[in-house]
């Protein structure tokens, strides 16, 4: 099946910093999304990218279909960005199984 | 985008027993996916649930330990069946509501096996 591998694996920033989190996968991807899981394990969705780059806020997000990666930037962090951030994909021409990426496990201090 | 609701949201349950997890969806969806996320891992897939036919489940996991009903387009339960402390995990359910929007998840039901 197809590998969704991230990094870093874990990541600490003081509050105000900024930092690009990857995501590669193995095959070609008719659907990506970024998440965001807070620590109380809700899982929020943050970007539909299967393609292109697409900003919200603080957050903005860029994929590279022909290249197997995305990366999610976060500027201006603060401490409510902690939590994990998981990135998925959808195998190109398959039925919709979503698989999850690694995660990033991010920590932002004071 | 829709609203999803799951219950519990969180339980303690003992070793043997069962627990049904229920996930309801504000609008009408083809298919509800089930995912499980064990302590600081990522999420593996469970089963996708159908209206009117058998889920079909991922490697690994075996309906006679996670029977799925999807009596309606709207609702779908999950049971964990002789729960272990190894069935300690988040449970989530999922939907696709529109196709360039992506996978909407519930809120999760945490459950601890004791």
């Known amino acids: 099946g197809i590998q969704v591998e991230q990094s870093p694996p874990d990541l600490i920033l003081q509050e105000g910093a900024n930092s690009t989190l990857r995501c590669n996968f193995s095959d070609s991807v008719n659907n990506l999304q970024w998440f965001h899981q807070n620590p109380w394990g809700q899982l929020i969705n943050l970007f539909y990218?299967?393609?292109g780059t697409k900003q919200n806020g603080r957050l903005s997000a860029t994929t590279v279909a022909t290249e197997r990666y995305s990366l999610l930037y976060i500027s201006s962090s603060q401490t409510t960005d902690s939590g994990v951030y998981f990135c998925?994909?959808?195998?190109?021409?398959?039925?919709?199984?979503?698989?999850f990426g690694t995660g990033t496990r991010l920590q932002v201090t004071l | 985008s829709a609203v999803i609701s799951q219950k519990p949201s969180r339980d303690i349950c003992q070793r043997g027993t069962s627990l049904t997890i229920q996930c309801q969806v504000d609008?009408?969806?083809?298919?509800m996916f089930w995912y499980r996320q064990q302590p600081g891992q990522s999420l593996t897939l469970i089963a996708t649930a159908n209206q009117g036919s058998e889920a079909t489940y991922e490697s690994g996991f075996v309906i006679d330990k996670f029977p799925i009903s999807r009596p309606n387009l709207t609702f779908s339960t999950l049971t964990v069946s002789n729960m272990s402390p190894e069935d300690s995990s988040i449970y989530l359910c999922s939907v696709v509501l529109a196709a360039n929007y992506g996978y909407t998840f519930g809120s999760g039901t945490r459950l601890t096996v004791v």
């Open positions: 990218i299967p393609s």
């Open positions: 609008s009408q969806v083809t298919m």
């Open positions: 998925a994909v959808t195998l190109a021409g398959t039925a919709s199984k979503l698989t």
